[in-house]
């Protein structure tokens, strides 16, 4: 069975740095181009960074030269490092597989508010 489970947010200051990760179970891991999405209240979800099964990376404009995707494929984990955070990244952050399948986690909340 798929399943998510992301850690690593939490209240910061704009200008600040979280570490987000996501551990995935099942075998399908190693193969597949992952994902980092995010949810802010009353908008629909978006991508916002992935990462190919041989480490190419590609990322949204609004996070471009901030945010940093990588993976451990012996730790079935893919990490976000987002840098010099803003206001506007406040949201739920999911990882998923891309493109996505049905099995989201429950996400981690990202707050950043002075």
């Known amino acids: 069975q798929v399943q998510f489970v992301e850690s690593g947010g939490g209240l910061v200051q704009p200008g600040g740095s979280l570490r987000l990760s996501c551990a995935a179970s099942?075998?399908?891991?190693?193969?597949?181009?992952m994902g980092w999405y995010r949810q802010a209240p009353g908008k629909e979800r978006e991508l916002v960074a992935d990462i190919t099964s041989s480490g190419s990376s590609n990322y949204a404009d609004s996070v471009k030269g901030r945010f940093t995707i990588s993976r451990d494929i012996a730790k079935n984990t893919v990490y976000l490092q987002m840098n010099s955070l803003k206001p506007e990244d406040t949201a739920i952050y999911y990882c998923?597989?891309?493109?996505?399948?049905?099995?989201w986690g429950q996400g981690t909340q990202v707050t950043v508010s002075s």
């Open positions: 099942g075998s399908f891991f190693v193969l597949t181009s």
């Open positions: 998923n597989t891309l493109p996505y399948n049905r099995f």
